[in-house]
């Protein structure tokens, strides 16, 4: 009877290990844990007044909705460029400073400091997506067609974008003063959930629907798995390559309007930065693998938000923010190791040998 008992929890365990969601869940479940222990205060949620005088919601966990929200919509793109490509986008953080310059731009025209904006917001908005979907593109077709490394050609963008974000705007800091503009990146009178919390939400309900009525799950894990196979069974793997990098520039369209949304202006060696690393580690926690093929779209936007679970855990704990990405590098390595064949094939064979010894 005893036997029986501890070969159905190896087995249950070894199912567990085997999820995608075990490695998430382990580490929502470590974090939560810890701030438990050391800072119960972490979960605490209360109500404030912000500048404008609207009752918002306030706390670390609004802090990880709020903030972790941009990361979220990220990793979708950067989950389907993983997929598809085998690499990673790195140019995210400089082609949001480009979209949010673009952005502004529109909203301010010739003057830098206007009394009123020159166009709708959905306007500027829309051009804003149309560029950074074109600079996707551009980047699609150097890893597409001229079969470069992914993250070797997002190089180039992650090195001129800043620069060319500040070209657009002649080096100048543009204003917006127009109330509606902050409140895209802040909170709607009124509502006391930050907005970008809303915007991910949107865009995640539109990939999900995306995804489930499209074949763009099939076609782009079909050319991440086996390119030469998809081209046979009449698929366009550089289309479906290139296609995957507007849809991050789509994304990063977005998180250009949150970010400068939320300060009215921007700071183009400042914005975004580091931001790519954040993407990809979200892709790297949710289970995917980093080398292509198939993927989980709800584990990536779970490791979206644990990632900013862990970056507000360790500013509670006053980590200087010089020091993040060195924790962050850390995880990192982890998540690899974890993922490596070779590490999940040893822990394969040790389940098996605990399940013939508990037999």
Do not use: H
Not at 47 to 72: H, K, M, Q, R, Y
Not at 92 to 111: D, E, P
Not at 198 to 218: D, S
Not at 219 to 235: F, M, P
């Amino acid at each position: 009877m005893q036997n029986n008992k501890s070969s159905a929890v190896s087995v249950f365990l070894g199912k567990l290990v085997r999820q995608q969601f075990f490695i998430p869940l382990t580490a929502l479940f470590l974090l939560a844990l810890f701030n438990l222990i050391v800072d119960p205060s972490f979960f605490k949620i209360t109500i404030n007044t912000n500048s404008a005088g609207n009752p918002v919601l306030s706390g670390a966990l609004i802090t990880i909705l709020d903030n972790g929200s941009e990361f979220a919509i990220l990793a979708i793109g950067m989950t389907l460029v993983t997929a598809a490509s085998k690499g990673q986008d790195i140019s995210v953080g400089a082609a949001t400073a480009i979209a949010g310059s673009i952005l502004l731009r529109m909203l301010c025209g010739t003057n830098s400091r206007p009394e009123t904006i020159q166009m709708p917001i959905i306007a500027a908005f829309l051009i804003s997506c149309v560029v950074a979907m074109l600079f996707g593109a551009f980047n699609g077709v150097l890893v597409a067609y001229f079969k470069i490394q992914p993250m070797v050609a997002t190089l180039i963008l992650y090195t001129a974008g800043r620069s060319i974000a500040a070209w657009f705007n002649n080096n100048e800091l543009p204003i917006v003063t127009d109330a509606v503009f902050s409140y895209i990146g802040g909170f709607i009178p009124g509502i006391p959930i930050p907005t970008p919390f809303f915007i991910a939400v949107a865009c995640i309900i539109i990939i999900t629907l995306v995804l489930k009525f499209t074949n763009l799950r099939l076609y782009t894990q079909s050319v991440g798995i086996n390119e030469s196979s998809a081209r046979l069974n009449g698929l366009n793997p550089a289309a479906i390559k290139i296609l995957s990098f507007v849809i991050m520039g789509l994304c990063v369209a977005v998180v250009g309007l949150i970010k400068v949304s939320r300060l009215s202006t921007i700071n183009y060696s400042v914005i975004a930065k580091d931001i790519e690393m954040d993407a990809i580690l979200a892709v790297a926690l949710g289970g995917n693998s980093l080398s292509g093929g198939k993927f989980n779209m709800a584990a990536s936007i779970m490791g979206a938000y644990i990632i900013q679970f862990l970056t507000t855990t360790l500013y509670r704990r006053q980590v200087p923010s010089d020091a993040l990405p060195a924790y962050k590098a850390v995880v990192v390595i982890i998540l690899v190791v974890m993922s490596a064949p070779v590490v999940r094939e040893y822990f394969a064979s040790l389940m098996k040998k605990l399940k013939k010894e508990v037999a």
